[in-house]
T-cell receptor
């Protein structure tokens, strides 16, 4: 079946530190992969996406590359800011795009 | 403003008392879906709908019903709520399958407590 395994949190970093949040997936066929971000008290917002192997999604300094050989989609940012403090969810949608599977979420706190 | 609106945002109810959580979108989206968010489990999909009168089960549909009589509305119905349905619920919509990958726009969430 389909599933997403995400790095456990919480993660606390100092401002300007490098961020990596690991995400691996299990899927049949050719899923699309996503990172969503949830700020306190809000719904999830799309951060970035990739729809096929070797695609790189990027947005607001965040990047993730769709690696089929390692079934991974790790999120990275070179220099985090306090405003990046949020919960980050890795997700996949299966072939048809109708059904979604989310990771458990990783809480990030960035301290000045 | 383009948005997904859920109501109520907060609700405390008792076991067995039927309730409906409404979801409405103003973006003319084809696709709508419901999720529940629980600590340590992330988001799990309850139901989804590809279009009016077309609904299908997600990963955790037990204890829930949905309907899609109009394109903009997708209510979530708990016929006989139980304490294990205490959760944070999110509705989402998208233009899928019209445009590329299924990118979801989420509502702000509805926190439900069943006593």
């Amino acid at each position: 079946g389909n599933s997403v395994t995400q790095m456990e949190g919480p993660v606390t970093l100092s401002e300007e530190a490098f961020l990596t949040i690991n995400c691996t997936y299990t899927a049949t066929g050719y899923p699309s992969l996503f990172w969503y971000v949830q700020y306190p008290g809000e719904g999830l917002q799309l951060l970035l996406k990739a729809t096929k192997a070797d695609d790189k999604g990027s947005n607001k300094g965040f990047e993730a590359t769709y690696r089929k050989e390692t079934t991974s989609f790790h999120l990275e940012k070179g220099s985090v800011q306090v405003s990046d403090s949020a919960v980050y969810f890795c997700a996949l949608s299966e072939n048809t795009g109708n059904q979604f599977y989310f990771g458990t979420g990783t809480s990030l706190t960035v301290i000045p | 403003e383009a948005q997904v609106t859920q109501n109520p945002r907060y609700l405390i109810t008792v076991t067995g008392k039927k309730l409906t959580v409404t979801c409405s979108q103003n973006m003319n989206h084809e696709y709508m879906s419901w999720y529940r968010q629980d600590p340590g489990l992330g988001l799990r999909q309850i139901y989804y709908s590809m279009n009016v009168e077309v609904t299908d089960k997600g990963d955790v549909p037990e204890g829930y019903k949905v309907s899609r009589k109009e394109k903009r509305n997708f209510p979530l119905i708990l016929e006989s709520p139980s304490p294990n349905q205490t959760s944070l619920y999110f509705c989402a919509s998208s233009l899928f399958p019209v445009v590329g990958a299924n990118v979801l726009t989420f509502g702000a969430g509805s926190r439900l407590t069943v006593l």
